[in-house]
């Protein structure tokens, strides 16, 4: 898994002259999205079917991750702001990471299932998105 990890990393610089970064982020995250979400219907599912695809999907969510949003989104950010931000966004980065895996697992034992948590963050980004005031 760390081979494919490494080999992705390398192998974008490949497909960024191919198709260009914009295409390749847009890609990476359309394509891990679907991932995810097939990842998350075989968490329903409660088969032994089931738990093969989601370690079939995780490797293959590693693979895809690897050779798009990985990499990329560490050479997208200085493109895109000043040199002296970039810290600042590098550490808000990791701390939303860090936020994000701390607090899934008691969002579930509050609300219950996953999927509701998909949801309600669906429709708070969506809502959001159609203000002329969202940042992104």
Known sequence: LQAVS????????????KFGRKQLIQ?????????????GICF???TAGAKNAIVAFLYIFIVL?????G???????PEILQAKWVPFTTMV?????VITISLFPILVNMIGSPLK????????IILFEHRNDFPC
């Open 93 to 97: 980065n990791w701390g939303a990471s």
């Open 44 to 46: 329903g599912a409660n």
């Open 65 to 69: 991750f690897n050779f798009t949003l």
């Open 71 to 77: 990499p990329l989104v560490w050479l997208y950010i």
């Open 117 to 124: 948590i998909f949801f309600f963050l669906s429709e708070f």
């Open 27 to 39: 890609m990476g995250a359309f394509s891990i999205g679907i991932t995810l979400f097939i990842i």
């Open 6 to 17: 490494l080999v992705g990393c390398f192998g974008v610089a490949y497909f960024i002259k």
